[in-house]
């Protein structure tokens, strides 16, 4: 008897616990103080970027946020692989920091960015790398390392 009335108890309590709350739930602060302007927030983004269903990129990222009003995808410690037409990977990008325009198709990379081009046994390292889709045309305008297969700086 004494069994059945602290299990009594104790639903009784977690029903109570159940109930609807006034106020709605809250994002932690402690994401709001990473970017108060995200609409989302996904922690350990992996996503593959196509173009007329063929796979171009590769995207994966420690935190995204989401800026729907701007358009933007601000990203932390990211990486991109970029694919050729037939699939291959043509070069790795890494860096702390990132942002994607989704209307544009413009990115831009920033803090230990690093550029590796397998096939050319290539690396790239710079502060900020910027890409703008519509040229097809990536630049910097900070210092940049450039290391060739051969060890040529």
Known sequence: MRTRIIYCSLLAL??????????????????????????QVVFGLDHYLTSEGVRRAHVTADTAFFLEGKSLIELRVMKVTFFDTLGDTTSTLTSREGTYDWNSGDMTAQYDVVVINPKEGRRVETSVLYYNRPQDRIWGDAATRMTEADGTV
């Open 14 to 39: 977690a029903l109570l616990s159940c109930r609807d709350s006034a106020e709605p739930p809250l994002v932690a602060e402690e994401i709001l103080q990473l970017n108060a302007e995200a609409n």
